[in-house]
């Protein structure tokens, strides 16, 4: 199968003061050193692949008093051009929301809503051609599932996150190309499972190993998936369906409980 890549434009903040100091999920350990000049060439590189292959990707400036605003996933949702703002659960995060809002006040944005719920921006929301897909369980509430549908006249697929490793949603699902996602299915519920086969009969589902690696952490353009090298096994079944794989290595990252996918948010005209 012959696939296209679609030109995106992302939004992405340099980790100039990326560090672990707290732990908000099981990845981070504030004992941990991080090298932070080696997570700034990591994240170059991302940035300059996007670049590379015909993405526009624009950058928030980083505020040193929120270690994890490399995270720029997070911070919103985009779609058809409308901006659903971040609340999140977490106070040590609390403040990127507002950055974020700003940022997109400033860049001609005009359908903007600040939430009424606590959710995570991409982190937990996945779009592809027909659903919403919404995680819960860990950091978004199911309320602002109902408030996304509303905003967005999406229809919402609610699914509930069951393992602390994956506590958002892009840890364990990648959408690859219109309605068709990669996932991690033991991340999940019995019925969100069962939901997730009935939606995606034909999804590729990930190994233990490569969901563990973060894997499914991933950015997608229709042709070449961007994910973390270390989960190696995703690239022959990514070709076998007509996916050009792209390993990238953001392994400082990781330290933080993110990869590719978490340091990128996708603004959707
Ligand atoms: N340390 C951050 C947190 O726990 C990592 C966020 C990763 N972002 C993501 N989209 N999964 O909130």
Known sequence: ???????????????????????????????????????????EELRDRYRSLGHTVET?????????????????????????????????????????????RD??????????????????????????????????????????????????????????????LDTALCVLDGDEIMYYPPAFSPGSRAVLRRLFPDALTASDADAGALGLNAVSDGRHVLFPQAAAGLSAPLRDRGFDPVPMDLGELLKGGGSVKCCTQELRP
């Open 1 to 43: 199968m012959r696939r296209d890549a679609t030109p995106r434009r992302y939004l992405m903040c340099p980790p100039a003061h990326f560090k672990v100091t707290y732990s908000i999920n099981p990845w981070m350990d504030p004992t941990k050193p991080v090298d932070l000049p080696l997570a700034q060439t990591q994240w």
């Open 107 to 168: 860049h001609g944005f005009r359908e903007i809503r600040e939430p009424d719920h606590v959710n995570e921006g991409e982190g937990d929301f996945a779009v592809t051609a027909t659903y919403l897909l919404a995680g819960r369980g860990f950091r978004s509430s199911p309320l602002s599932h109902d408030e996304a549908q509303e905003f967005f006249g999406r229809p919402v697929v609610g699914l509930d996150l069951v393992d602390p490793r994956y506590y958002h």
């Open 60 to 104: 928030l400036v980083p505020d040193p008093a929120l270690p994890d605003m490399v995270f720029a996933a997070n911070g919103a949702l985009v779609v058809d051009g409308r901006v659903l703002g971040a609340r999140f659960a977490h106070p040590e995060r609390a403040a990127e929301a507002e950055l974020h809002l700003d940022w997109f």
